[in-house]
């Protein structure tokens, strides 16, 4: 298969997106317009209260980023203008809800024009409240696997989920899909029904025992018990026990349904597409960069001897977009390790400048506690499904570069420190001088 065939599989299709305004997200958007000019049209199910809201929204927070200055210089600005019109349609709705909260009409209308979903929705906070992270990480699969089976020109749906659905295993970890129930903690089943029945039941005794005004006491209750309840079953933190629960929930509901789920590890910067060192926000182990790179760390914390799983975002979208070309309407689920293994660089560097630990050190002790899992993981993620898929869609003519999604060809040390780091702190000094 040739990038021209990837390409073309998303001609004259309808492409539904949740997650647009995430990071993926945006460069997934970004990548079918220049790759398929000819794409039919891209829905963008965004979380506002009217259309109009919906569409300001994706002009801001998608289309007005640089992201897109590639397409803006191929087509002008007014062109460009144009073609985003034609192609791009923003939907007020919100994936927590059954048809994405949209109206009957309006989901009737839409089922029947959509090819493709692609779920890339989620709330990636490891410290979420737990019904928050429930609804978007665990009911909101549910919920665009449901619409997706009412579609009837539905070809496939892709899902984004996270390769530490492993939480903090050791040793070979497989791409295979979780089964009903099935935890991280031997001996232990999860109920989610029974989850969500906890959820509600915490939220009503406190309000019982409290009376008035409770939200920031709900808050706080909410986060601990999402912790409380990831750690029982096993996981890290609410964010990968929630993104697991999704998981399972998709694999209950789907029937036939073709579903291709990815799981990528640390999600980096751009390597070179659309451009090199393109980031928005501080991505999970990048917290330890921007720390360091702020005096906060006397050290980049991690372990000489240990590896550290890291992918960049732009080999992700490539991978997702071939995925799809080969598994285009097969009545299977399939699951994707995206990774790569690298040293863990900046390990036990000290600052000469940091003579302050004793101030900080709540704040080192937090981002420590949050990230350890991750800077001294010591699972390795079997790839035998990627690996075959490269295989499947090894690229004719040279033009591999379209679609490269072999992190062997990345120059990882050339990366790491001339692209991704010096990324990370530009930006993060930048989002500091507009505050």
Same mark, same amino acid.
């Given at each position: 298969?040739? &990038?021209?065939? $990837?390409?073309?599989?998303?001609?004259?299709?309808?492409?539904?997106?949740?997650?647009?305004?995430?990071?993926?997200?945006?460069?997934?958007?970004?990548?079918?317009?220049?790759?398929?000019?000819?794409?039919?049209?891209?829905?963008?199910?965004?979380?506002?209260?009217?259309?109009?809201? &919906?569409?300001?929204?994706?002009?801001?927070?998608?289309?007005?980023?640089?992201?897109?200055?590639?397409?803006?210089?191929?087509?002008?600005?007014?062109?460009?203008?144009?073609?985003?019109?034609?192609?791009?349609?923003?939907?007020?709705?919100?994936?927590?809800?059954?048809?994405?909260?949209?109206?009957?009409?309006?989901?009737?209308?839409?089922?029947?024009?959509?090819?493709? /979903? /692609?779920?890339? &929705?989620?709330?990636?906070?490891?410290?979420?409240?737990?019904?928050?992270?429930?609804?978007?990480?665990?009911?909101?699969?549910?919920?665009?696997?449901?619409?997706?089976?009412?579609?009837?020109?539905?070809?496939?749906?892709? +899902?984004?989920?996270?390769?530490?659905?492993?939480?903090?295993?050791?040793?070979?970890?497989?791409?295979?899909?979780?089964?009903?129930?099935?935890?991280?903690?031997?001996?232990?089943?999860?109920?989610?029904?029974?989850?969500?029945?906890? $959820?509600?039941? $915490?939220?009503?005794?406190?309000?019982?025992?409290?009376?008035?005004?409770?939200?920031?006491?709900?808050?706080?209750?909410?986060?601990?018990?999402?912790?409380?309840?990831?750690?029982?079953?096993?996981?890290?933190?609410?964010?990968?026990?929630?993104?697991?629960?999704?998981?399972?929930?998709?694999?209950?509901?789907?029937?036939?349904?073709?579903?291709? /789920?990815?799981?990528?590890?640390?999600?980096?910067?751009?390597?070179?597409?659309?451009?090199?060192?393109?980031?928005?926000?501080?991505?999970?182990?990048?917290?330890?960069?921007?720390?360091?790179?702020?005096?906060?760390?006397?050290?980049?914390?991690?372990?000489?001897?240990?590896? /550290?799983?890291?992918?960049?975002?732009?080999?992700?979208?490539?991978?997702?977009?071939?995925?799809?070309? $080969? +598994?285009?309407?097969?009545?299977?689920?399939?699951?994707? +390790?995206?990774?790569?293994?690298?040293?863990?660089?900046?390990?036990?560097?000290?600052?000469?400048?940091?003579?302050?630990?004793?101030?900080?050190?709540?704040?080192?002790?937090?981002?420590?506690?949050?990230?350890?899992?991750?800077?001294?993981?010591?699972?390795?993620?079997?790839?035998?499904?990627?690996?075959?898929?490269?295989?499947?869609?090894?690229?004719?003519?040279?033009?591999?570069?379209?679609?490269?999604?072999?992190?062997?060809?990345?120059?990882?040390?050339?990366?790491?420190?001339?692209?991704?780091?010096?990324?990370?702190?530009?930006?993060?000094?930048?989002?500091?001088?507009?505050?």
């Amino acid at each position: 298969m040739d &990038a021209s065939a $990837v390409a073309g599989c998303f001609r004259d299709k309808s492409i539904l997106i949740t997650g647009s305004t995430g990071f993926l997200g945006k460069l997934l958007v970004e990548k079918i317009l220049r790759v398929q000019p000819d794409v039919k049209k891209l829905y963008l199910l965004v979380r506002a209260p009217d259309a109009a809201s &919906a569409e300001q929204r994706v002009l801001s927070k998608v289309i007005g980023m640089d992201l897109f200055n590639v397409l803006r210089e191929k087509y002008g600005l007014p062109g460009f203008q144009s073609f985003i019109q034609e192609k791009v349609i923003a939907l007020a709705g919100d994936i927590d809800y059954e048809n994405f909260g949209l109206d009957d009409c309006q989901a009737d209308v839409l089922s029947k024009e959509i090819d493709i /979903i /692609i779920n890339g &929705a989620a709330t990636t906070s490891f410290y979420e409240r737990y019904d928050v992270a429930l609804a978007s990480n665990a009911l909101g699969p549910r919920n665009a696997c449901e619409f997706a089976k009412k579609c009837p020109n539905m070809k496939l749906l892709l +899902h984004v989920s996270t390769a530490f659905v492993a939480g903090t295993q050791e040793g070979l970890l497989l791409e295979k899909a979780f089964k009903n129930g099935e935890t991280l903690r031997a001996g232990y089943s999860v109920d989610i029904e029974a989850e969500l029945e906890l $959820v509600e039941r $915490v939220k009503s005794e406190l309000r019982a025992a409290k009376g008035g005004s409770i939200e920031q006491l709900e808050k706080s209750t909410m986060k601990e018990l999402g912790l409380k309840r990831a750690c029982h079953f096993g996981w890290p933190n609410v964010y990968t026990f929630t993104k697991a629960i999704g998981e399972i929930l998709l694999g209950q509901q789907r029937g036939n349904l073709p579903v291709v /789920i990815i799981r990528p590890t640390m999600v980096t910067s751009t390597y070179q597409d659309p451009f090199a060192g393109w980031i928005e926000g501080a991505k999970t182990i990048d917290a330890l960069i921007v720390a360091y790179d702020d005096q906060a760390f006397p050290c980049f914390i991690g372990d000489r001897n240990n590896i /550290i799983d890291v992918i960049p975002a732009d080999i992700v979208i490539n991978a997702a977009m071939v995925a799809m070309a $080969v +598994h285009w309407n097969e009545k299977e689920q399939v699951i994707y +390790h995206m990774l790569h293994i690298m040293s863990l660089l900046l390990c036990g560097l000290f600052s000469r400048r940091y003579n302050n630990l004793n101030r900080r050190f709540k704040f080192l002790m937090l981002l420590a506690s949050l990230y350890a899992p991750y800077a001294f993981f010591d699972g390795r993620f079997d790839d035998t499904n990627y690996m075959s898929l490269r295989t499947k869609a090894k690229m004719e003519n040279g033009d591999d570069s379209i679609f490269n999604f072999d992190p062997k060809k990345v120059d990882w040390h050339s990366y790491l420190t001339e692209v991704h780091v010096p990324a990370v702190i530009k930006y993060t000094r930048r989002e500091k001088a507009g505050r």
